[in-house]
């Protein structure tokens, strides 16, 4: 039974756009810019270098400490490894990679000759290596998630809540491709020693629901799938575990401090895809949206594909188009050209029209207090919003700035139209300068005192 969760807002969910659009396949780009980071933790180390020759499936990318390694998403010659921009903003070291269009399968890309036979350790290290990450948007190694969690974690949760607006691409995955959920989700269930995994779905995606439960019964899978009312940020880890469990994440904490891992709905098809065809993480699917797309879609394409070519797929862009943005509406970040490719966290290309926007000059706070009553993490955004403003670092901390999720639920209630988020961000990071600021000269201090004694 769904349970709610605290504060949230309800968007119109714009999805009519795309979600009857079955997910259409981009033609083969003439070249591909794959960036090494495109998951939570240090940029991967480029295996290759300009004139080398790769397959479709080929690691091109290596991961030290937290993070996930990097495949060729098309075969080719590598042109360069150098720079170039990204949706994360600045620019990222790339691999740029000129497709021969012949989709040659590295032979790196094995399936295991017995899937279900495979060991818990076995499949967690398929997982490692077919690079998979959330590929929601968080992008957290997966397979960091799985080992952390098994022995720790009673609840495995896929995240199929997609309730950010204009994005269909997990709705029609679960309408086009319910067998990988399925699958996924079971050999899931198998790595976390668990009876059942339970999928969390809003019930505006009712058919989507009604397939996967056909998968569910002709396999006997040892999956449920929960629907839940539609409430802006649902997809939130913590939102959606309190949404399926009752229980509430605790401040600063994670899911698995209540015994909860979650996984999202693409995630789950790649783990599918790894075990049972050893393939890795090379393709996205992603939805083209926006009052500014002339005919939005959902289209699948190789990871570094650049993102001009799925606005040309598309149909371009209309006049008047002021805002390109790299995820949803609420959470994605707004980009300044559209020469950035996409990547293993890209759920969403997002163009609107001027007639859209909706900006205040110079903002000032009515303290009405909106913002308190729909934040899901219980902050203060109002205050936040001051002592990030002012520099005040201290004051943040006390105040819980690193719990907010960035969700937007606040700037988007907020009569005034403060930029909230966008300070959010700002925030942050002075807390971590200072926290870095703090180490450093800590560390500094302790070695002259170690000069000093010896
Ligand atoms: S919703 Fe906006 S105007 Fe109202 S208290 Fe919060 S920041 Fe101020
Ligand atoms: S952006 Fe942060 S402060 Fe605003 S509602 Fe979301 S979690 Fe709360």
Same mark, same amino acid.
């Given at each position: 039974m769904a349970q709610a969760f605290f504060g949230g807002v309800h968007p119109h969910?714009?999805? /009519? /756009?795309?979600?009857e659009k079955a997910i259409e396949q981009l033609p083969a780009p003439a070249e591909v810019v794959i960036p090494m980071s495109m998951h939570f933790g240090a940029p991967c180390t480029p295996l290759v270098k300009a004139g080398d020759l790769v397959r479709v499936g080929q690691k091109i990318g290596e991961f030290r400490g937290l993070g996930a390694p990097i495949h060729a998403s098309v075969s080719g010659k590598v042109k360069a490894v150098e720079p170039r921009p990204y949706s994360m903003g600045g620019n990222m070291m790339s691999v740029i990679i000129e497709n021969d269009m012949h989709n040659t399968l590295s032979e790196e890309v094995k399936a295991p000759a017995n899937p279900d036979a495979l060991t818990v350790d076995e499949m967690v290290e398929i997982v490692k290596e077919a690079g998979i990450v959330g590929m929601g948007g968080a992008t957290f190694p997966t397979h960091v998630k799985i080992s952390g969690g098994i022995g720790k974690v009673d609840t495995v949760i896929i995240n199929g /809540? %997609?309730? %950010? =607006?204009?994005?269909t691409g997990d709705h029609r995955t679960m309408l086009e491709r319910p067998e990988e959920i399925i699958g996924g989700a079971t050999y899931l269930a198998k790595m976390f020693g668990v009876d059942k995994v339970v999928i969390g779905v809003e019930d505006n995606k009712q058919n989507g629901i009604d397939a996967m439960n056909r998968v569910i019964a002709e396999k006997h899978a040892p999956v449920v799938v929960e629907s839940l009312h539609c409430r802006y940020p649902q997809g939130g880890e913590k939102q959606l575990c309190q949404a399926i469990t009752g229980k509430q994440v605790p401040p600063g904490g994670l899911p698995s401090n209540i015994g909860c891992a979650v996984f999202n709905i693409n995630t789950t098809c790649a783990i599918f895809r790894a075990i049972v065809q050893g393939m890795p993480v090379v393709n996205k699917v992603v939805t083209v949206s926006g009052s500014g797309i002339v005919e939005p879609k959902n289209i699948e394409c190789p990871i570094g594909t650049p993102v001009s070519l799925l606005l040309d797929a598309c149909g371009g862009v209309k006049d008047g188009t002021y805002k390109l943005i790299a #995820? #949803? =509406?609420?959470?994605g970040m707004a980009q300044y050209t559209a020469d950035i490719p996409v990547a293993k966290g890209t759920g969403a290309i997002l163009a609107f029209c001027e007639k859209e926007e909706q900006t205040v000059a110079d903002p000032q706070c009515i303290r009405c207090g909106k913002c308190v009553s729909v934040c899901p993490m219980h902050l203060e955004p109002l205050f936040l919003y001051q002592y990030a403003s002012k520099g005040m670092v201290d004051e943040l901390n006390e105040a819980h700035i690193m719990d907010c999720m960035e969700c937007g639920a606040c700037a988007y209630t907020c009569p005034a139209r403060m930029h909230l988020t966008h300070m959010f961000k700002t925030g942050k990071q002075l807390v971590k300068d200072k926290a870095a600021a703090d180490k450093a000269a800590a560390e500094a201090k302790k070695a002259a005192q170690e000069r000093k004694e010896a």
């Open positions: 969910d714009m999805k /009519a /756009a795309t979600n /809540a %997609e309730c %950010e =607006p204009y994005i #995820g #949803g =509406p609420m959470m």
